[in-house]
């Protein structure tokens, strides 16, 4: 098994920035990319971002792109979102989710509890 653990969300005024981690431990070999998914009050849970392990084939949605980045530290076994220029339409909950097949066939396996992020007007 996998646990994932998330931190660093908040409220923060629109403009501002956030950082999101979130720590894996247990069988983290059975993983192979780890991402960011989202869901705000009455809508789906939507994709965010994803990387692989190494490093390699970042991906992001269009709604967040040029504005997030993700990245992760091995030695760490984490996984980070650089929340810039953030809108009130960002809020939402934010889970961490790890995959056991790579970002172009990016399958969730394992969620972390989620952190709320909010945005102010």
């Known amino acids: 098994q996998v646990q994932l653990v998330e931190s660093g969300g908040g409220l923060v005024q629109a403009g501002g920035s956030l950082r999101l981690a979130c720590t894996a431990s247990g069988r983290t070999v059975n993983m192979y990319a780890m991402g960011w998914f989202r869901q705000a009050p009455g809508k789906e849970r939507e994709f965010v971002a994803a990387?692989?392990?190494?490093?390699?084939?970042?991906a992001n949605a269009d709604s967040v792109k040029d504005r997030f980045i993700i990245s992760r530290d091995n030695a760490k076994n984490a996984v980070y979102l650089q929340m810039n220029s953030l809108k009130p339409e960002d809020t939402a909950v934010y889970y961490c989710a790890g995959s056991s097949r790579p970002v172009a066939h990016f399958r969730t396996d394992y969620w972390g509890q989620g952190t709320q992020v909010t945005v102010s007007s």
């Open positions: 990387i692989n392990w190494s490093g390699g084939s970042p």
